[in-house]
């Protein structure tokens, strides 16, 4: 599609190694866009979903699922002597390593290989290493977050979408700190917010909603005390997402001199009230200072 130009919007590629056989030769990765696509790094996934009861947590499930043992915590895909080799033979070579955990078990997997692979060096590289949903990551791992360099991106809206189901069978009270915002922006620590097609739709307005009230599908809020405001959320899917992607001297805000990559809504998101988000509508969207979109 790249070749035939017909990406209307920059497409960045992560190609998994996760079966490849050792020694492998890396996917080749490119900071440069051609016509639109790059190839950005390498995709690991450490475990599965809250949601499906796969994620590796470090305590059991609050139900769990039939057919398991009381003490079940889901499992991982990979040994950890796997993991840590998978992770420093990507970082260690100055490729972008994303990682899907979405339990706080599988966490430690992946924060335990960077910190392994980046032992005896006195200044820690800028790696960004993201790790991908960390559904379930604690105030501990947090602070090893900061200090390793690893940005979170947060699968937000898993508030709505199974904010009742995580409550009720996946984690009980575990469930109302899930995508923790509020406690990473306090530490500074950038991060960003996604959805994740098709599991969800690709709509912007709803994980802006979703991450800014953290309301289940039930109404219920789901940890009051781990939402952000409207400016942090939109931060988390602009700025700091062009910055995820070493991407910041082009994109993520609007200044003379970057990308013309745009959208024009119906109002004002910083002078609404967060629970009214969802009457906002995209009128255009530009892309490379092209309007590729507008509303009927």
Do not use: C
Request: aromatic share 8%.
């Amino acid at each position: 599609m790249a070749a035939q130009g017909a990406l209307t919007l920059d497409t960045v590629a992560y190609v998994t190694t996760q079966f490849a056989t050792p020694g492998t030769p890396l996917p080749s990765h490119s900071w440069k866009y051609t016509n639109g696509f790059r190839v950005g790094g390498v995709k690991l996934f450490l475990d599965g979903s809250p949601q499906g009861k796969t994620a590796r947590l470090s305590k059991p499930y609050h139900v769990p699922p039939p057919g398991t043992a009381p003490d079940y915590r889901g499992y991982p895909t990979m040994a950890q002597e796997v993991t840590d080799s998978r992770v420093h033979e990507v970082v260690g070579r100055n490729v972008q390593l994303m990682a899907h955990a979405n339990g706080d078990a599988a966490i430690d997997s992946m924060l335990d290989a960077v910190e392994k692979s980046f032992a005896g060096r006195k200044n820690m590289p800028d790696h960004r290493t993201v790790m991908i949903h960390a559904q379930t990551v604690r105030e501990d791992q947090l602070d090893r977050m900061r200090t390793l360099g690893v940005v979170p991106s947060y699968f937000s809206a898993h508030s709505f979408f199974w904010g009742d189901w995580h409550r009720d069978s996946v984690l009980g009270e575990r469930a109302f700190r899930i995508s923790p915002l509020r406690s990473t922006n306090d530490r500074q620590i950038p991060f960003t917010v996604h959805n994740e097609t098709p599991v969800v739709p690709p709509d912007m307005i709803r994980l802006l909603w979703a991450t800014t009230n953290r309301q289940t599908r039930s109404g219920k809020v789901l940890g009051e005390d781990k939402r952000i405001g409207i400016r942090d959320a939109l931060a988390a899917i602009t700025r700091s997402a062009a910055w995820q992607y070493f991407e910041e001297e082009s994109k993520g805000t609007l200044e003379r001199g970057k990308r013309a990559d745009l959208v024009l809504l119906s109002e004002n998101p910083l002078n609404m009230k967060p629970e009214d988000l969802l009457r906002l509508k995209v009128v255009g969207t530009w892309s490379r200072g092209i309007r590729v979109f507008a509303a009927r």
